[in-house]
């Protein structure tokens, strides 16, 4: 079984910044992607952002120029640097991975129980 913990979340005025943490353990073979999804009171989950094994990143546009995804293969860990938080950035944000926990090389997706990120003056 694989665990992800999750730190970094809290309240921040506009214009703060945050950064997330995001730790895997466990039966760990191989992880793929990585990132950190997000999900808004009344709105479905949604993409901030999410790298690749090689450090390929892939953004949202409400996320481009602002937030910067990160990983450390070693660790087993993604961080996401929030700069220039607006309110609409308020949400639970989720650590997600992609990863070998069999060591047959399939994909297994694993989610994070969440942080909740409030931007509010």
């Known amino acids: 079984q694989v665990q992800l913990v999750e730190s970094g979340g809290g309240l921040v005025q506009p214009g703060g910044s945050l950064r997330l943490s995001c730790a895997a353990s466990g039966s760990i073979f191989s992880i793929y992607t990585m990132g950190w999804y997000r999900q808004a009171p009344g709105k479905q989950r949604e993409l901030v952002a999410v790298?690749?094994?090689?450090?390929?990143?892939n953004y949202a546009d409400s996320a481009k120029g602002r937030f910067t995804i990160s990983r450390d293969n070693g660790k087993n860990t993604v961080d996401l640097q929030m700069n220039s938080l607006k309110p609409e950035d308020t949400a639970v944000y989720y650590c997600y991975v992609d990863l070998d926990d069999v060591g047959n090389g399939w994909h297994s997706d694993y989610w994070g129980q969440g942080t909740q990120v409030t931007v509010s003056s």
């Open positions: 790298i690749s094994s090689g450090g390929s990143t």
